[in-house]
């Protein structure tokens, strides 16, 4: 049985880091892309980022951009997503996903697995 499980996310301030994994298990991910998804209360479920199988490759939201970045050990078969200078809106609940194919993808149709997801709330 697949499963990802998401860990790290948490209640912080304004300007504050935080630091999300990913542990997959069933299954080995390492010729998967992963991605993290979130989604805030009210609102679609919206990409964020997302890596190739091979970590040689890279997409990001532009809402994110220079503050997230995805990163993965196939090794542990897991994936991280370590979040700086967080703002109110990046309050969510984060989604870690894999999909069968090696190369990122930005929707999540496009995903195969998904966790049950972890709150990140970052106060004003």
């Known amino acids: 049985q697949v499963q990802l499980v998401e860990s790290g996310g948490g209640l912080v301030q304004a300007g504050d880091s935080l630091s999300l994994s990913c542990a997959a298990s069933g299954r080995t991910f390492s010729t998967s892309a992963m991605g993290w998804f979130r989604q805030a209360p009210g609102k679609e479920r919206e990409f964020v980022a997302a890596?190739?199988?091979?970590?040689?490759?890279?997409k990001y939201a532009d809402s994110v951009k220079g503050r997230f970045t995805i990163s993965r050990d196939n090794a542990k078969n897991t994936v991280y997503l370590q979040m700086t200078s967080l703002k109110p809106e990046d309050t969510a609940v984060y989604y870690c996903?894999?999909?069968?194919?090696?190369?990122?993808?930005?929707?999540?149709?496009?995903?195969?697995?998904w966790g049950q997801g972890t709150q990140v709330t970052v106060s004003s």
């Open positions: 890596i190739r199988w091979s970590g040689s490759s890279f």
């Open positions: 996903a894999a999909r069968l194919s090696p190369a990122v993808a930005v929707t999540p149709q496009s995903y195969d697995y």
